[in-house]
């Protein structure tokens, strides 16, 4: 059931032993690792058995529940949505939140019981939305994340606040003020990133927010240029924050990269790009574009749930021959690994004085 599919797996498939064996071994850093969309499909059956479907979409949902157990792939984006949906009614308690963040912390972090290729990282920034909901407030939300994430030794795991392009002005500077909040508490909060449905929202109304989160410390990240309906206006807006890393920039014009004058690191995630179909082929892939330019990147799974991907199922996509992977060199791989550790907010100069 955790098996990987789609282009990951044809691209690990195609390796050969000795070259699996060095991407296992090579210190990966995810950093751009949505919580919600990252959970085991074990932990999803096992909520649901706990807490049966009820309601009006009961039957749909257990039929996403049954699609699941059963490795059907999601690669429409309304399955997307409906899953999510479907997973955020299994997480409404401060008891299930916990439950799938240790599962997801353990499914990147701790050797798997087959021990084929695992850790899947060295290093991991989750990311996730405050969510209120009648059990429980933002704040209780991200208490009980952080309080999982902590469990990890400060070297291995970190949390990014993610606000919602969606979000009231009001729900906007609820979730910057508990982020910093947080890290003022000498939580483990490290920084913030823009996501959501990429056609919504007006980011020129997000700036003063963002730019109080880099004010207080906090990394900053984007989605950005995910969307052909991605104005230059909000690329713009966003690059105006400063941000230290951009998620996909897929349609990011050169225009705008040009403006990139701090080089922010571009999270790259390849099977989502491809499975979401913003990216035709690995051939038409933005990926050619950064590598040509020797700008800083990370190799990240974004959703591993959906996109039924991990951290050696992406590399793989770097290390194989084409047409499954990019055919890079070893060394090449393992200077874009490099990279990804360098690109985290926590650096281990960080790590090393809080330890
Ligand atoms: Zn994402």
């Known amino acids: 059931m955790s098996k990987i599919s789609g282009p990951a797996a044809a691209a690990l498939a195609s390796l050969c032993p000795d070259n699996v064996i060095f991407l296992q071994s090579l210190p990966k850093a995810e950093l751009h690792a949505h919580l919600n969309g990252s959970i ?17 979409h009961a039957a749909e949902v257990a039929d996403t529940i049954e699609k699941l157990g059963s490795g059907v792939d999601f690669n429409e984006i309304s399955d997307f949505f409906f899953l999510m949906s479907v997973i955020y009614a299994l997480t409404s308690t401060p008891e299930a939140v916990a439950t799938v963040t240790r599962a997801v912390l353990q499914s990147f972090l701790n050797p798997a019981d087959d ?27 991200l208490v009980t994340v952080l309080d999982e994430i902590e469990t990890y030794p400060a070297t291995q795991a970190a949390l990014i606040v993610s606000v919602d392009r969606r979000m009231s002005d009001l729900d906007l500077a609820e979730c910057v003020s508990l982020a910093i909040e947080m890290k003022n508490r000498g939580r483990r909060v490290v920084g913030i990133d823009v996501c959501g449905d990429p056609r919504s929202g007006d980011m020129r109304s997000f700036t003063h927010h963002l730019s109080r989160a880099k004010g207080a410390g906090l990394g900053l990240t984007v989605h950005i240029a995910e969307h052909t309906a991605n104005t230059t206006e909000d690329s713009l807006a966003l690059l105006s924050c400063r941000p230290d890393r951009l998620g996909h920039a897929t349609f990011l014009s050169d225009e705008l990269k040009a403006f990139e004058s701090a080089d922010p690191c571009i999270e790259i995630c390849l099977s989502s790009n491809l499975l979401g179909k913003s990216v035709a082929s690995l051939d038409a892939h933005h990926i050619h574009y950064y590598l040509k330019n020797d700008h800083p990147i990370v ?46 907010f926590l650096r281990p100069r960080d790590c090393r004085s809080r330890l």
């Open 40 to 56: 085991p499909v074990k932990t999803i059956l096992e909520l649901a058995q706990k807490y049966p479907p009820s309601g009006a």
């Open 115 to 141: 021990g084929a290729e695992s850790p899947q990282c060295a290093y991991l920034e989750l990311r996730s939305t405050p969510r209120a909901t009648t059990h429980m407030t933002r704040e209780r939300y």
């Open 299 to 344: 190799i990240c799974t974004d959703d591993k749930l959906p996109f039924r991907t991990s951290c050696l199922g992406e590399y793989s996509l770097l290390l194989a021959q084409p047409p499954l992977g990019l055919g890079l060199s070893r060394d090449d791989v393992a200077r874009i690994a490099r990279m990804g550790m360098d690109a985290a």
